[in-house]
């Protein structure tokens, strides 16, 4: 129904936003771990070598894991950052809501 206003609660928002922060940062783990292990995998020359089967391969792949890399670096920054503006978002909530109470209270 219109205008029924809505229910928020802080602390929620708080607790959810750690938690985003902890996905985050399990996820840059993660990532970086992926990465590490594909560059020891491949070491100086790729797995799969240059002959006629493996320099096409390393062509298309090549830019995939970089981007993959990248893609995900940044999916890591991205969930930490959410975590971070929710768990503000509650704490900016708490203070309206005393601002709003103690200016309700005084006007009584």
């Keep these: ?27 840059a783990v993660a990532a970086a771990t992926l990465k590490d292990t594909l560059a020891a995998l491949e070491g100086d020359e790729p797995p799969w070598g240059a002959d006629t089967i493996g320099g096409p391969f390393d062509v298309v792949y090549q830019p995939v894991k970089d981007g993959m890399n990248d893609s995900m670096e940044s999916l890591a920054e991205r969930l930490k950052g959410i975590g971070s ?15 709003v109470t103690m200016t309700y209270t005084a006007g009584s």
């Design 85 to 99: 503006k929710l768990q503000q978002t509650g704490a900016n909530y708490e203070k309206t809501e005393e601002i």
């Design 1 to 27: 129904m219109p205008g029924s206003g809505f229910d928020v609660d802080p602390s929620v928002l708080k607790s959810q936003g750690g938690e985003f922060a902890k996905i985050g940062g399990d996820f």
